[in-house]
């Protein structure tokens, strides 16, 4: 588990690259700032880990880019204590930022190969989300519901109405939402029956898939 001093000064200078891009969060950029990125990543992309890009992990899915994390994070307005759902658990990238944020969280992985390789990775590095679950994301975790946030890490075609009624009002769901092409849309929950949507252009994202793998 190898993080330098080199390594640090990379970090830097992507948090000087995401400020220039857009994210003002400090959290949000402390949390990057910290988080050894390199150990995510297979060992041949580790001198690649951080320019603010997407690679590839296990079972056909990616490690979304930094400023991708970043803005979804910013997004969610976290506060320390908050009660976060996440939908696709990949490398536990996502997972770790919210976690060094402050948040509670619990994250729904339909790849079985990712979900053990991530529960085995992260407390190496010191990150322990409230729960990690093998499970279909689409159907969210209506045991622990209601949440203070939802973040989707894959492009969804529609939203999961299970997860919109696991979202406390007052609440705030992040999901790239399209096929091909990803709009970041951004509900708040309202009261009992309406959201409120905001949309924030176009991203990119593995689909999200139904059921477990």
Do not use: W
Request: proline share 5%; glycine share 8%; charged share 25%.
């Amino acid at each position: 588990m190898n993080d330098t001093q080199k390594h640090q000064g990379l970090r830097n200078k992507l948090v000087t690259l995401l400020e220039e891009k857009g994210i003002t969060d400090k959290n949000v950029l402390e949390a990057i700032r910290k988080i050894p990125r390199h150990l995510f990543l297979d060992s041949s992309f580790e001198d690649f880990a951080y320019q603010d890009k997407a690679f590839p992990i296990a079972a056909g899915q990616t490690i979304s880019q930094p400023y991708t994390v970043a803005f979804q994070s910013q997004l969610l307005e976290v506060k320390k204590g908050d009660k976060i759902l996440e939908i696709g658990t990949g490398s536990g990238y996502q997972c770790a930022v919210l976690c060094l944020m402050g948040a509670q969280v619990y994250s729904i992985e339909r790849q079985n190969e990712l979900f053990k390789k991530t529960s085995l990775f992260l407390p190496k590095i010191g990150i322990r989300p409230k729960r990690l679950i093998f499970g279909d994301g689409y159907k969210g975790l209506e045991s622990e519901a209601p949440f203070d946030s939802i973040i989707v890490t894959a492009g969804a075609p529609f939203i999961p109405q299970p997860l919109m009624a696991q979202l406390k009002i007052g609440g705030r769901m992040v999901i790239p939402l399209g096929e091909d092409h990803q709009i970041m849309t951004m509900l708040i929950r309202k009261n009992e029956t309406q959201f409120e949507k905001h949309e924030f252009g176009e991203f990119r994202f593995v689909p999200l898939l139904e059921d477990k793998n």
